[in-house]
T-cell receptor, first 113, second 116 residues
Framework: AQKITQTQPGMFVQEKEAVTLDCTYDTSDPSYGLFWYKQPSSGEMIFLIYQGSYDQQNATEGRYSLNFQKARKSANLVISASQLGDSAMYFCAMALNTDKLIFGTGTRLQVFP | DADVTQTPRNRITKTGKRIMLECSQTKGHDRMYWYRQDPGLGLRLIYYSFDVKDINKGEISDGYSVSRQAQAKFSLSLESAIPNQTALYFC???????????????FGPGTRLTVL
């Protein structure tokens, strides 16, 4: 069965430091996409970054990068130079060929000064 | 203006009432989705539609129905609301055939529904 696991309910990081949010996934399908979304306290879901299962390089989008380790089935999100505005819930998600997203339970990140 | 809008943004209703949540998008996407978010459970898929004539059940469709009135509009109905349907509901859209293995889904702002 397809599944996304986020084992960190909460994380703290000091402003300007880097932080890694963990995500592992389970699927036997060779073709899949991995996503990270941010949900601030206002509630909206904001797309951050995408990684395809055949992509050779790790995805990057500004201060966000995805550490994709296919053999370990992990897709960790790295946020560099954390800002106070990065405080939010972060969700890892996986989509198979039908594009239905399967979400993890999320990690609450708090950035402190 | 937002690309994906949801109405209402907040709704309080009573057990047994019929409720409709509406979603509209100006992104021109073919695919639309309804998700539900409960604390500690992430988002779960209720229904999805790949075009106007295509409606599919998701993981938790019981107690819900949908209508795809047009490419841009996708409504979710609770025929007889019950308290455990209290949740945050999201509509999302994605495009068909961007060449990626999976298309990015873009979410509306959410509707907070409380069933008393």
């Amino acid at each position: 069965a397809q599944k996304i696991t986020q084992t960190q309910p909460g994380m703290f990081v000091q402003e300007k430091e880097a932080v890694t949010l963990d995500c592992t996934y389970d699927t036997s399908d060779p073709s899949y996409g991995l996503f990270w979304y941010k949900q601030p306290s206002s509630g909206e879901m904001i797309f951050l970054i995408y990684q395809g299962s055949y992509d050779q390089q790790n995805a990057t989008e500004g201060r966000y990068s995805l550490n994709f380790q296919k053999a370990r089935k992990s897709a960790n999100l790295v946020i560099s130079a954390s800002q106070l505005g990065d405080s939010a819930m972060y969700f890892c998600a996986m989509a198979l060929n039908t594009d239905k997203l399967i979400f993890g339970t999320g990690t609450r990140l708090q950035v402190f000064p | 203006d937002a690309d994906v809008t949801q109405t209402p943004r907040n709704r309080i209703t009573k057990t047994g009432k019929r409720i409709m949540l509406e979603c509209s998008q100006t992104k021109g996407h073919d695919r639309m989705y309804w998700y539900r978010q409960d604390p500690g459970l992430g988002l779960r898929l209720i229904y999805y539609s790949f075009d106007v004539k295509d409606i599919n059940k998701g993981e938790i469709s019981d107690g819900y129905s949908v209508s795809r009135q047009a490419q841009a509009k996708f409504s979710l109905s609770l025929e007889s609301a019950i308290p455990n349907q209290t949740a945050l509901y999201f509509c999302a859209t994605s495009d068909l055939g961007t060449g990626l293995l999976a298309d990015t889904q873009y979410f509306g702002p959410g509707t907070r529904l409380t069933v008393l």
